[in-house]
Every structure is written in structure tokens, then in C-alpha cells.
């Protein structure tokens, strides 16, 4: 775990094109890293396939598909398949259903589909509407000789998900893995980034308020803390996904309205204390490719 402190992080965003351009380097060299494990694991071609997993708000969606690029890049031709798409149909509603069990996963659909990938045959890809809480289909897909597949969802290094993948895969878990240190020496905990990035993302595109998304996020912590970290363990790689300039970028989306909210919480003011410090970063500086765009918009790798 790094601590950075805000005071360093200003100093570099006074030149904001040149911080982003080392930051962004930083964040790919650690995918780098990850795609020359899954390799140097594939040499004898016995683990064609990567699992990746992290908390909500991770950015794992973004490090999935920087991973594949890195991997296409290598000479290693990879496919992205979502375990989101297993989910099974709830058509009756979401009321009293854990929307965060891996009990959510069709896990039976999803061995099956596994296996015949992983042996070269031809499966239709099921497609889940998140509006309509159901599942159809989609494309035929056959995995093409030498080919990787990644598997990516926050269930994915669950046993009772993925367990019919072991000895055959590489495991990938991606979270934020820093602190921001403040002036007067207080940390801001890597889960309290997580918050600020879902913050942004449900202001611009979701229409949520912030205590719409503090409610959300308390329950999303629940299900991490009960399905997620206990298995983070089995992950050969870890990628920290924190990008030193994100929650300078961050800060105009979310200060204001913050700081106006009423009946503050813990959480907001802690947010609020490291908020004041930051000096901010333009979008423009953004890169289309970067993990950041997963919250404040634009992502050209996710479309």
C-alpha cells in the first residue's frame, strides 16, 4: 500500500499535460506486468484463460480491456467476455434479492459455456438486460486456436463461480491500492477513492444523488466484505489502479454540490477535507484511453 501525499500530487498538477502522461505510463506498466505473467503461465498452453475481479468502482471494465490491448500487443490474441451477461433473469423483481451474492451468476450456464470455450467450441453468448432484469442471446462465438479469453466480473475469483476454470486460468485482481495523505497527515482510505469515482459516474450518467450512491455504496461494501475480499487471495496479480491525477480531475464534478449537500455525513466530510486541498486538472488532459474516463466519460476501449 502507497501513501501519496496531496501536497506532491499539487506540485505535479501545476504542469497537468506532462502528470497525466506519467501517470497514465505508471498505470500501464503495471498491466504490462500482469500480461507478461499471463504469457510466461500460457507458455505450454495449458492457462488460455484470465479471471478478473475487484470492488465496485475499481475500474476493472477499463484494466480488462487495457489487459487485452497489452496482450494483442505481445502477439497474444484475446477476447473479453463478461460475467455480468450470466446473471440470471429476475423477472419478478428486485425486492429482497442480495444483488451482490454470487448467487446472482447462473453458475451452471456459465461452466458449461467455459468448458466448450476453453475446448474450442462453438457456444451463443448470452447478452443481460440490466432495464428488464432478463437474459437473452447474442453472438455465436468459438474460441480461435491460441487464443485468451478473459473472464471479467466482481464473482470471478469465487470457486463456486469460476472453480470449473481451475488449472486452466490466470487470476487478476485490480482495486485502488494508494492513500492520499492530507496537510495535516490524515489518510484517505483507497475505498473512499472507490466512492469518489462512483460519485462522479452516477452524477454524469446515472442521475443518482450522493446519498442515493452512499446508500448504494454501503450495501456494495456488505457484499465486498462478504464475497469479494475473501477471495482475493487466490490472485497471482494484482494491479493498483489508482491514477495519481484522477481525483484532481474529479474535484470540479463533485465539489460543489458536496460541499451544499445537507445533512452531511462522515463520509462526505472526510471526502470534502481532501477535496479542498486538491488543485484541479481539466478533462481535456484526459486521455480517450484512460481508466479515468471510466467515471468521467469518453472511454474509446469501452464502446
Not at 494483442?72 to 490474441?77: Q, Y
Not at 428486485?94 to 467450441?121: M, W, Y
Not at 497527515?185 to 450518467?205: A, N, T, Y
Not at 442515493?212 to 490472485?235: S, W
Amino acid at each position: 500500500m502507497r501513501i501519496i501525499p496531496i501536497k506532491s500530487i499539487n506540485k505535479n498538477a501545476a504542469e497537468p499535460e506532462g502528470f497525466v502522461n506519467f501517470s497514465e505510463e505508471e498505470y500501464r506498466l503495471g498491466i504490462v506486468d500482469a500480461a507478461l505473467g499471463v504469457i510466461k503461465a500460457n507458455k505450454s498452453g495449458e492457462r488460455p484463460i484470465v479471471l478478473i475481479t475487484g470492488p465496485s468502482g475499481s475500474g476493472k471494465t477499463v484494466t480488462a480491456h487495457r489487459l487485452r490491448a497489452e496482450l494483442c500487443a505481445l502477439g497474444a490474441p484475446t477476447h473479453i467476455i463478461s460475467m455480468d451477461n450470466y446473471f440470471k433473469p429476475l423477472k419478478g423483481g428486485t425486492d429482497g434479492v442480495d444483488l451482490e451474492s454470487p448467487d446472482r451468476v447462473d453458475s451452471g450456464l456459465f461452466a458449461q459455456q467455459a468448458q466448450k470455450i476453453l475446448s474450442g467450441r462453438e457456444v451463443v453468448l448470452p447478452v443481460f438486460d440490466f432495464t428488464k432484469q432478463d437474459r437473452g442471446w447474442g453472438k455465436k462465438f468459438r474460441r480461435a486456436e491460441n487464443e485468451i479469453i478473459i473472464f471479467e466480473g466482481i464473482h470471478m475469483l469465487n470457486p463456486a463461480v469460476s472453480g470449473c476454470l481451475a488449472g486452466n486460468a490466470s487470476s487478476v485482481y485490480v482495486s485502488v491500492r494508494t492513500r492520499l495523505k492530507s496537510a495535516l497527515g490524515h489518510s484517505l482510505h483507497p475505498s473512499k477513492i472507490r466512492l469518489m469515482r462512483r460519485f462522479v459516474r452516477d452524477k454524469l450518467f446515472r442521475a443518482r444523488t450522493f446519498f442515493q450512491t452512499m446508500e448504494h455504496f454501503n450495501n456494495v461494501q456488505r457484499g465486498e466484505k462478504l464475497y469479494i475480499m475473501p477471495y482475493k487471495k487466490y490472485a497471482e496479480f494484482d494491479i493498483d489502479t489508482f491514477v495519481p491525477y484522477e481525483t484532481n480531475v474529479y474535484r470540479k464534478h463533485i465539489f460543489t454540490e458536496l460541499a451544499a449537500a445537507k445533512n452531511k455525513n462522515n463520509f462526505i466530510y472526510e471526502l470534502l477535507m481532501f477535496l479542498e486541498e486538491l488543485e484541479d486538472v481539466d478533462d481535456k488532459f484526459v486521455p480517450e484511453e484512460s481508466l479515468v474516463r471510466e467515471f468521467i466519460g469518453g472511454n474509446t476501449l469501452m464502446y
